[in-house]
């Protein structure tokens, strides 16, 4: 139930939408606060954009993947199969910012959703377009185990 509203209702932060809309990569968690202060958070979205053109689509449009780099490398998670690498070296959704923005969301109690948004470059095989997601899903759960020690919650 939301205190605000007195309803049973939440607002979904897609990560890529937000920064897209405001060309900038701190907008998201700005947005999950400002709607987590107004017990207002009912998910979060793991999708990300990037600068520049990449393989899967013109700049700022929300349509690439997480990044393959940070200020730290993404370690194992991030490998080439079949000719791709999975993930995009542009995106400017960072492992980093993944788990900040978990960690902001506390979405470890269960009581809110996470999802991811995900696409591969146009002319990419079945096994490219899954090895896409489960790099995703992987650093995603990275995100969530880092939430869940943190002690972190709605």
Not at 58 to 74: F, N, Q
């Amino acid at each position: 139930m939301n205190e605000s509203s007195g309803r049973s209702i939440g607002i979904a932060v897609n990560w890529g939408r937000s920064v897209v809309e405001q060309r900038r990569p701190d907008a998201a968690l700005e947005h999950i606060n400002f709607l987590r202060g107004g017990d207002l958070l009912g998910g979060f979205v793991l999708s990300g954009c990037a600068r520049v053109d990449t393989r899967y689509g013109a700049a700022w449009a929300d349509v690439c993947s997480s990044r393959t780099r940070t200020g730290r490398h993404a370690g194992p998670y991030v490998e080439s199969v079949a000719g791709l690498d999975a993930l995009e070296t542009s995106s400017l959704l960072t492992v980093d910012r993944m788990e900040e923005c978990l960690r902001a969301a506390g979405l470890a109690s269960g009581k809110n959703f996470r999802g991811i948004k995900v696409a591969a470059p146009p002319h990419a095989m079945v096994e490219q377009r899954v090895a896409v997601i489960s790099k995703t899903l992987e650093l995603a759960r990275r995100g969530e185990r880092q939430d869940a020690r943190s002690g972190t919650s709605n």
